[in-house]
């Protein structure tokens, strides 16, 4: 049987120093209490937009040329990364 405070007990994935949030339902009646309040919850920032680039990708050698070698030693002891492809992505493949 597991005395108070022993690994077993006390081993719950997170750092006994970790600071503790809100839970969700701290943070959502948080969130109704502002909106009441008036004040806005979340910061937006304005949504401009990025021209596409144009023209060529520059290849991939030269790309990963401009990594220096200490960091792309360090990506892939890693994450065993490997640099395939250079692929140009539309904007709205990002979060925003």
């Known amino acids: 049987m597991a005395s108070a405070g022993s690994p077993a007990e006390t081993n719950t994935g997170v750092?006994?120093?970790?600071?503790v949030g809100p839970s969700e339902a701290e943070e959502s009646a948080f969130i109704a209490e502002q909106r009441e309040q008036g004040v806005a919850t979340r910061?937006?920032?304005p949504v401009a937009?990025?021209?596409e680039p144009t023209g060529?990708?520059?290849?991939?050698?030269e790309l990963v040329a401009r990594i220096?070698?200490?960091?792309?030693a360090l990506i892939d002891e890693m994450f065993r990364a490997k640099f395939v492809a250079v692929r140009r992505?539309?904007?709205?493949?990002f979060k925003s």
Request: charged share 20%; hydrophobic share 35%; proline share 30%.
């Open 15 to 19: 750092d006994a120093d970790a600071p």
């Open 89 to 93: 992505l539309p904007p709205s493949a």
């Open 68 to 72: 220096p070698a200490p960091t792309r």
């Open 43 to 45: 910061a937006t920032a």
């Open 49 to 51: 937009t990025v021209p």
């Open 56 to 61: 060529e990708l520059p290849p991939l050698d």
